[in-house]
T-cell receptor, first 110, second 115 residues
Framework: KNEVEQSPQNLTAQEGEFITINCSYSVGISALHWLQQHPGGGIVSLFMLSSGKKKHGRLIATINIQEKHSSLHITASHPRDSAVYICAVLAGGGADGLTFGKGTHLIIQP | GAGVSQSPSNKVTEKGKDVELRCDPISGHTALYWYRQSLGQGLEFLIYFQGNSAPDKSGLPSDRFSAERTGGSVSTLTIQRTQQEDSAVYLC?????????????FGNGTRLTVT
């Protein structure tokens, strides 16, 4: 079973700061998802990665398959970025269900 | 176009009763997942459907839980003899292709409260 660890669990930062959230997993995967969940809101898929790097607006996601590690970066953070960010991995073989990290609770203060 | 739709959005039931939760995936999406998120906990995989193949039920917590997907589209998650520990938000997600080829689209979930 894949173990997915996220860090930090909680992060409070000031508006404008550069944010990094990390995700490590224990077993080879076919894809990794970064998800966003606003308080009381639904879950939105931000990125799906199997290699390299993706960028969307102020969000950047990278993955290092050899090191079994991914990072989500937020540039010029804004209070509306406050949410729980969840890393989820899809196994390289076997079960098709996702394994989730426990999430990183991000608060951006104005 | 419409996203993943789940109903009801909220359900309060008495312990011991059966409940049915419904998920309408995005039209054309062959992969459908059920997850749950308990208070203060992370997301937990329950079951996965891919087209007409036999579902991956490895995440179902007990035999009180079952799910079906009719016609490769709408899915129903049934919980029999509900217990208080079943209280959670039940989330459905769909994607257009199996595995790593397509992002997930989540519904807004059904908040189940067992009293």
């Amino acid at each position: 079973k894949n173990e997915v660890e996220q860090s930090p669990q909680n992060l409070t930062a000031q508006e404008g700061e550069f944010i990094t959230i990390n995700c490590s997993y224990s077993v080879g995967i076919s894809a990794l998802h970064w998800l966003q969940q606003h308080p009381g809101g639904g879950i939105v898929s931000l990125f799906m990665l199997s290699s390299g790097k993706k960028k969307h607006g102020r969000l950047i996601a990278t993955i290092n398959i050899q090191e079994k590690h991914s990072s989500l970066h937020i540039t010029a953070s804004h209070p509306r970025d406050s949410a729980v960010y969840i890393c989820a991995v899809l196994a390289g073989g076997g079960a098709d269900g996702l394994t989730f990290g426990k999430g990183t609770h991000l608060i951006i203060q104005p | 176009g419409a996203g993943v739709s789940q109903s009801p959005s909220n359900k309060v039931t008495e312990k011991g009763k059966d409940v049915e939760l419904r998920c309408d995936p995005i039209s054309g999406h062959t992969a459908l997942y059920w997850y749950r998120q308990s208070l203060g906990q992370g997301l937990e995989f329950l079951i996965y459907f891919q087209g007409n193949s036999a579902p991956d039920k490895s995440g179902l917590p007990s035999d009180r839980f079952s799910a079906e997907r009719t016609g490769g589209s709408v899915s129903t998650l049934t919980i029999q003899r509900t217990q208080q520990e079943d209280s959670a938000v039940y989330l459905c997600a769909s994607s257009s292709l199996r595995g790593s080829s397509s992002p997930l689209h989540f519904g807004n979930g059904t908040r189940l409260t067992v009293t």
